[in-house]
Each structure stands twice: as structure tokens, then as C-alpha cells.
């Protein structure tokens, strides 16, 4: 089975990056079968997806983050990553990195990873 | 993007009940919805697939239902284990949007 564990800083301070990468076992970010998938949970509220990108490169970003969020892929580590510009408060949330089998449902997800943007 | 309500927002319910969910698109669109369950702390686990499909390894007394705009969740006889928040998640079209969730309770 597809296992995923996010790394990055907890603590993020306002207008930084916020970056953040997916390391992928049991599995490889080559498969065609996956998009590699980003979202996130405001404490106390409901999932967000932020995009995801397959092993082309290529990759779906929803909108409102679009023009803030990077995401890329590496094949030799077996790993994606997520970059998001200019935070605010408003994105302190617990970020999932998942699989997306078919680009259609998250079957596979890492634990999240609490990040805060604050001073 | 493709609105997604469920109702009710939290239930209380004993050991063995039947339970429902559900949740609602603000357009019609076929088959691509997706049942998770959250447990507090932990990651979103998937349930039901494709409105219906049950994942492996699933308990067989999740099920899914629904097309259009309405679809449901049941739960056949509920167990404390099924305590969590549980969401849906539409995959018809980009963005994936989520549901705002059902908080499940055991009594």
C-alpha cells in the first residue's frame, strides 16, 4: 500500500513561503495511475483541496490559490512538493499530502502536518 | 464550482442504528462522489468511491448511494468505532470540493 509522510516547518511567519514536500513509499510518483495531491483543514473546519500534479509535470491548482501555489514532482527522490507564497493567517491549516487514484478519489493519505503562520 | 451541503451537520445515535447522511451538489453531475471518514487527529479515510463503489477493506455496512445532485451515505448498524466526522467529496469536475462535514456520535 501507497504510504505518504509530509515534512516541512510548522511555523511559517506572514508574506513567507510556505514549503512543504510528500515523501512516497510503498509506491512511485511515476505510477499513471495517481495525481499527486495536496489539502488542507483549517483547524475545526472542512477539507480544502489545494491541486495536484502528475509524474508529467503537470498540474491543477485550484483557483483562489493559483496564483500563489507551485507544486513540482521528483521522480529520483520519489517525492512532490508544494510551495505557497505570500501566506496569511488565514492559511494556518494541517496540510495532507494523498494520492488521487484517477484523479478522482484520495485513497492513499500522508498524517498532515500542522502549519501556522504567525510572528 | 460545485457547492456541496450535507445534512445534518452532526447526529447522536446508539449502537446498532441505522444511520443516514447526506449531502447535496448545487449541480447535477454522475457518479463522481466520494464518502470519507475523519477520525480527530487523523488523516481523511476513504469509504465509498464513485457514489457507491466500497473501498477495500471497508465494512460492508458502509454504503453509498445517490445520482444527479442527492446522494447518501448509511451506516446499516452503527458501532462505536464509527464515531468521527465524516465528509463527501465531489471528483465530476476541477475544483474538488468537499461537503462541510457530519459529526457522528455515539450515545
Known amino acids: 500500500q501507497v504510504q505518504l509522510q509530509e515534512s516541512g516547518p510548522g511555523l511559517v511567519k506572514p508574506s513567507q513561503t510556505l514549503s512543504l514536500t510528500c515523501t512516497v513509499s510503498?509506491?512511485?510518483?511515476?505510477?499513471?495511475?495517481?495525481?499527486w495531491s495536496w489539502f488542507r483543514q483549517p483547524p475545526g473546519k472542512a477539507l480544502e483541496w489545494i491541486g495536484y500534479?502528475?509524474?508529467?509535470?503537470?498540474?491543477w491548482y485550484n483557483p483562489p490559490l493559483k496564483s500563489r501555489l507551485t507544486m513540482s514532482v521528483d521522480t529520483s527522490k520519489n517525492q512532490f512538493s508544494l510551495n505557497l507564497t505570500s501566506v496569511t493567517a488565514a492559511d494556518t491549516a494541517v496540510y495532507h499530502c494523498a494520492s488521487v487514484r484517477a484523479a478522482r478519489e484520495a485513497d492513499n493519505w500522508g498524517q498532515g502536518t500542522l502549519v501556522t503562520v504567525s510572528s | 464550482d460545485i457547492q456541496m451541503t450535507q445534512s445534518p451537520s452532526s447526529l447522536s445515535a446508539s449502537v446498532g442504528d441505522r444511520v443516514t447522511i447526506t449531502c447535496r451538489a448545487s449541480h447535477s453531475f454522475s457518479g463522481f462522489l466520494n464518502w470519507y471518514q475523519q477520525k480527530p487527529g487523523k488523516a481523511p479515510k476513504l469509504l465509498i468511491f464513485?457514489?457507491?463503489s466500497l473501498q477495500s477493506g471497508v465494512p460492508s455496512r458502509f454504503s453509498g448511494s445517490g445520482s444527479g445532485a442527492d446522494f447518501t451515505l448509511t451506516i446499516s448498524s452503527l458501532q462505536p468505532e464509527d464515531s468521527a466526522t465524516y465528509y463527501c467529496q465531489q471528483s465530476w469536475t476541477l475544483p474538488l470540493t468537499f461537503g462541510g462535514g457530519t459529526k457522528v456520535e455515539i450515545k
Open positions: 510503498g509506491g512511485s510518483v511515476s505510477s499513471r495511475a495517481y495525481y
Open positions: 500534479i502528475y509524474y508529467t509535470g503537470s498540474t
Open positions: 464513485g457514489a457507491s
